[in-house]
């Protein structure tokens, strides 16, 4: 299993401006850090939106950062038109193969390494008393899975950085005052 630790992965929230801003955000890290690859872990009916984002990212950055960036979709069987509550339950159920397969090792070429850092879209509902309630619930479910997925393959715990990805992408932009298509 290599060793060296230069793989983050990204869950963001299922909605389109989380998502938005969350590809960003990962855009500019992997700019910023060369040797860093990325994973963005979805669900699969969230992966035509993120496609859609990519697909309206300036084309030279997304060239300059083929081969490390990756969309990593978990099988929920919802349809297209699920509701955010059911495609975080559904998430939640279905994590454990994905988390496995991450933390293993055994992973693609550059995203062989264990990840070092897991990054979790925290987002603010204040809609719908419930959906912030569920929204709190699946990240601690996170750190309780990856708490036990890191136990179980006998390797140290990994860092899970909770943001909101407007608050990260606007700090990133004031203290380097730059967009990631502003680059060389």
């Known amino acids: 299993m290599p060793t060296h630790n230069n793989h983050l992965v990204l869950l963001p929230l299922f909605a389109r401006s989380h998502l938005r801003l969350s590809l960003q955000l ?6 910023l850090h060369p040797s860093l690859v990325a ?11 993120l496609d859609q984002e990519i697909q309206l990212q300036p084309k030279s950055v997304v060239a300059r950062l083929e081969g490390r960036l990756r969309v990593k979709t978990v099988e929920v069987g ?3 038109d699920a509701g955010v509550v059911q495609e975080n339950e ?3 159920e279905r994590i454990g193969p994905s988390l496995e397969e991450l933390l293993s090792g055994k992973g693609e070429d550059r995203f062989a390494p264990v990840p070092c850092l897991f990054i979790c879209d925290v987002g603010v509902f204040r809609l719908r008393e419930k959906l912030a309630d569920l929204v709190k619930v ?8 990856l708490r036990e997925k890191t136990a179980e393959f006998g ?3 990994i860092p899970v950085l909770q943001l909101i990805p407007t608050m990260a992408l606007t700090q990133h932009r004031q203290v380097s005052g730059t967009f990631a298509e502003d680059y060389p």
Do not use: D, G, M, Y
Request: proline share 3%.
């Open 26 to 31: 990962t855009l500019n890290l992997l700019n």
């Open 39 to 49: 994973t963005i872990l979805i669900t699969s009916v969230c992966t035509s939106r």
């Open 78 to 80: 919802l349809a297209q």
């Open 90 to 92: 559904a998430f939640k």
């Open 138 to 145: 699946f990240h601690v479910f996170l750190r309780s899975a």
């Open 155 to 157: 390797i140290p715990r």
